[in-house]
Each structure stands twice: as C-alpha cells, then as structure tokens.
C-alpha cells in the first residue's frame, strides 16, 4: 500500500502560476527560487529587446525578462503591483517580470493538454502544454525555450 501513496505523490507537481497581459501561465516550482517586489532595473545597452535591464539580488548581478515582451504579448509597463520571479535554469539565474503571481497548484502530468496545432511553431515552442483549471487555461511555459542555451548569459 506504501508503494501507491509513494508513486502517487511522486507523480504530482507543483506548479506556480502568474498572469502575464492579463493572460494565465505556469511554470514548476523547482525552478524557482524566489518572488520578489518590483523594483527598477538598469538597462543594458544593446540587450534583446525583451531583456527589461539588469538587477541586483545580494550581489549577484541577474537579467530581468520581460516575460510579455519575450511571449510576443506586448512590452510590459512595470508598476509596484508587478512582481519578479527569480529562476534558476541550467547554470544561470534570472528574474521573470510577471504582472502577479496567483498560486501554487499541484497537478498531475497527465492533467497537461498538448498545445492546440491552431498555435505558431513559436508558440509551441515556449508552450509546453496547458493546464485547465476552474474556467481557467494556465499555460506552462518551456523554460528551456524561454531562455536558449545560446542566450542563458544574455
């Protein structure tokens, strides 16, 4: 009996999920290590145009994606009511600008619907699927795409 309840809560996961341009997504909780205020970035010149600047977070120097900028959505105009999530992807730590976080969901894999052919290959491939939640589509964005190697130190 101790083998189902072990392979059961093994199979769950935890997501986080966040609006962004009024529009609901996710992303697993493991990634993240932290949500902060808003608080003003330094720009980088010539940075891609969804890189909002760079932060300070405890003396390690990160960039700060705008995450509707980055998902096509339209450039995100940062108030205190935004917040940031830091992540940590491969070797590199970043911060996601988000409109507001909205929970923490644990959900089963198998509760992912694949992304509608109706998307672009592009959004396929920042989408790795879609929750439904309530009278809610929450979708997971492929952090792997998000941030491509080539680009992890923007």
């Not at 992303?27 to 145009?49: F, M, Q, S, Y």
């Not at 998902?71 to 917040?83: D, F, I, S, T």
């Amino acid at each position: 009996m101790s083998d189902v309840l072990e392979k059961t809560s093994s199979d769950l996961r935890e997501i986080v999920s966040f609006t962004i341009n009024g529009q609901g997504f996710c992303i697993d909780i493991g990634h993240v290590l932290e949500i902060r205020g808003w608080t003003p970035t330094t720009r980088l010149p010539h940075a891609p145009e969804f890189v909002t600047g760079l932060m300070n977070l405890r003396g390690t120097v990160l960039p700060v994606i705008d995450l509707s900028m980055r998902l096509g959505l339209g450039r995100a105009e940062p108030n205190p009511r935004h917040v940031i999530i830091i992540v940590k992807l491969r070797d590199s730590t970043v911060g996601f600008l988000v409109e507001a976080v909205s929970d923490i969901l644990t959900v089963r894999p198998e509760e992912m619907k694949p992304t509608p052919d109706v998307a672009s290959s592009l959004t396929k491939d920042f989408i790795e699927g879609v929750f439904a939640r309530d009278d809610q589509l929450l979708r997971a964005l492929d952090l792997k795409s998000i941030m491509p190697a080539d680009q992890g130190a923007l």
